[in-house]
């Protein structure tokens, strides 16, 4: 079986981001800084709210370059997956972590969606602990059932901010999202 069938057949297990995970997040987003000096690298998931999530890492290059630099991330260890709808995504495993690299396309709607989405949850107290909530109950589903609950979840309450262009938009390929 391969990890990533293992990984969407696996249980989550929800935690809160704490210290070393918060501290590797920094350390890969200067990674890959380094690795792509000519992109804009930046935090997104549940890490850069920071608030409770599963335990993995995500990260959002926004390149003039999508095939280019996921090439180029691919060469220093990351593994490729699919490009959809314009967005190139990675993998790689630190320290037990399951590390999500997003390469966007500068201009691309989803810069704005996570963005906003970021400042939104560190902005909002009580979204955020309802989020958080409805995460924490989600714990023990397989990670394929997990992403589509969450994805949903971040469509109906999202949307009730001002967020309307995620009603289209499949939000996070699988509910691809900290």
């Known amino acids: 079986m391969t990890k990533e069938k293992e990984f969407m057949e696996s249980v ?55 095939l280019g630099n996921t090439e180029i991330l691919a060469q220093n260890g990351y593994k490729k997956g699919p490009v ?12 037990g972590i399951e590390v999500g690299i997003q390469v966007i396309p500068v201009g691309h709607k989803m810069v704005d969606v996570h963005r906003q989405i970021i400042a939104k949850l560190r902005d909002d107290e009580n979204l955020r602990k309802k989020y958080e909530q409805f995460k924490l109950s989600l714990t023990d589903l397989a990670s394929a059932e997990y992403k589509r609950k969450k994805s949903e979840w971040i469509k109906e309450n999202l949307l009730n901010i001002g967020l309307t262009r995620l009603a289209s938009f499949p939000l996070f390929r699988g509910g691809k999202e900290g």
């Open 12 to 66: 989550v297990e929800i935690n809160l981001p704490g210290e070393e995970k918060i501290k590797l997040q920094e350390e890969l987003v200067e990674e890959i800084s380094k690795i792509l000096p000519n992109s804009e690298v930046g935090a997104i998931g549940a890490v850069a709210v920071p608030i409770v999530g599963r335990n993995e890492i995500d990260i959002m290059v926004i390149s003039n370059d999508i």
């Open 84 to 95: 959809e709808n314009r967005i190139s995504y990675l993998k790689v495993y630190r320290d």
